[in-house]
């Protein structure tokens, strides 16, 4: 269900004061509630599991909000179409009743070190915005069983269609992160860090293994001036490189810095060939940020710059319609892992049913060092996930992102060819989604079909789990299924896993083995009539600049 407000007033500027947004959730039981502290935020809160009558009156929360009723059914409160308008937010009112909420139009704002531009100052008003308008559409969305949650598309199929004349350059694809890891690549002649030496290797990996990109994080520009770069960082060799070795530059920025130097910088990076940019710390969502997702996603499709929003999730309300705008964060992601115990195998199992209800989100999986929950520390420059490798491989089959990232480091995937035989062949975009077992935050099992291949993911919280599959959503024939799964010890090993490949057919059943924090991950091949496997990249991006043109699956 959902409804939108529309104004036809005379006046060619008018003020919002305020918008009443209520629900009354009679019958509400369980609670998944997104708790937020103020509105300056980058949206990376967990999902806390709540009685809904334990919620707070005036406890804050952003998108989106999901709750069960007594008799199981999910709901859920998003948002789509959000243009020249604060996002919505929610505050409980107790006794089952939420109020929206919206972030005061700013007046002043100061700021703090290089990035956090806080607001000091607002007004009385939420918006200052024309007479005339369609305003964002508030969505309740009813989701029977909780496989439902994984393929609602509600927020994609209300937001405004795409924008852009020209998207034949768009390219989704996998890419070579630096910041996770530390840049602490090792068994090379050089000392590994900020410098071109070290990206070179990235983009040499990158080029290896078919991965379409490489991102230069925090550090390779002097903070505080996007074109002003490290000492040891040479812009002019490095983009050459990557040119030659067809590999494309994503570049990270601070977005108050970027919106200094805006048309010059992506007039330059244009030049340059980079391919994207990664905008971080807007940390708002008021209405002058809102205006600034929509200025810089139209700005950058005009250089031809695929663009990922961090620090708030807001702007991937906005992705069908400026298409280059590819993923965003605003996620509790990988990253938490350098600091703490929080991106866990039970958070893992909640974000497909919450999260990723508004879209994409770069989580940022690929951790080879994995270990269990006993054996955990945040180190931030040797950072390990929880859970086992196969629940980080699960990851790129179960969640979505066009623009997905491999987060550790290459001297890491390099000792490990079998795990980089599934990275490198995995796709980013789907064709169709079939969710075969699913409880949230519990367990999650996905098929997922690019061209005539199908990949399978799976994932489990702190619980082992044996769960059997039928896979009659193959064609006829005979397959081969090469998998990816928890070893023995893996509930003591977390790196643990073992390589197989069998013979099935549509009316196999398979039984899934998941360790403690586990997962699993394969692929399903038709065998050709001499026996042999089929060859094809199932329709992975062929480099002739187009895309897939249906509804990825969702």
Known sequence: MAY?????????????????VSFDLEGA?????????????????????????????????????????????????????????????????????????????????????????????????????????????????IAPQDADLLTNSLVYLLAKPNALSDISWIRPGKVAWDWWNANNIYGVSFESGINTATYKHYIDFAAKNGLEYVIL???????????KFHPDIDMEELTAYARN????????????????????????????????????????????????????????????????????NRPILLARTYPNLITTEGIRGLEWSKWSDNANPEHNLTIPFTRMLLGPMDYT??????????????????????????????????????????????????????????????????????VLEAKMGDYIVIARRKGQLWYLGAMTDWTAREITIQLSFLPEGAFQLESWSDGPNAHKHGSDFSHQTQEVDRST??????????????????????????????????????????DGGR
């Open 245 to 312: 070795k067809k590999v494309g530059l994503i570049l990270w920025v601070v977005w108050n810095t970027l919106e200094d130097k805006l048309e010059e910088a992506l007039a330059q990076y244009e030049k340059w060939g980079i391919k994207g940019i990664k905008v971080d710390f807007m940390q708002r969502d008021d209405q002058v940020v809102m205006q600034y997702y929509h200025k810089v996603s139209q700005l950058a499709a005009k250089h031809r710059l695929l663009v990922d929003f961090h620090g708030s």
């Open 29 to 141: 039981a369980m609670a998944y509630f997104p708790r937020e502290s103020g509105f300056f935020s980058h949206q990376e809160p967990l999902f806390e599991h709540l009685s809904f009558e334990n919620v707070a009156p005036k406890t804050l929360a952003s998108l989106p909000v999901v709750w069960k009723t007594e008799n199981g059914t999910n709901l859920f409160i998003v948002e789509s179409d959000v243009e020249d308008y604060p996002g919505l937010w929610i505050r409980s009112a107790g006794q089952g009743r939420l109020l929206g909420d919206h972030p005061p139009y700013p007046l002043k704002t100061q700021l703090q070190t290089d990035r956090d531009l806080r607001v000091t100052e607002v007004a009385p008003y939420i918006a200052q915005t024309k007479g005339t308008r369609t305003f964002p559409w508030r969505i309740i969305g």
């Open 365 to 434: 999986p690929g951790a080879m060092i994995n270990v269990k929950k006993e054996n955990f520390r945040a180190v931030f420059d040797q950072p390990m996930s929880l859970g086992t490798r196969c629940h980080q491989l699960g990851m790129y089959v179960v969640f979505e992102s066009p623009l997905q990232m491999l987060a550790d480091n290459p001297s890491n995937y390099e000792r490990e060819p079998e795990c980089m035989k599934f990275l490198r062949e995995v796709p980013v975009t789907w064709d169709e989604t079939r």
């Open 4 to 20: 939108r407000w529309e104004t036809a007033l005379k006046k060619e500027s008018v003020r919002i004061n305020s918008e009443l």
């Open 509 to 550: 059943a398979i039984t899934l083995k998941l360790a403690p924090g586990g997962g699993y991950a394969g692929v399903v091949r038709r065998l050709t009539g001499d026996g042999g496997r089929e060859t094809g990249d199932g329709g992975r991006w062929t480099g002739d600049g187009g895309r897939e043109t249906g």
């Open 217 to 227: 994080d925090e550090g390779y520009y002097v903070l505080g001036d996007v074109l």
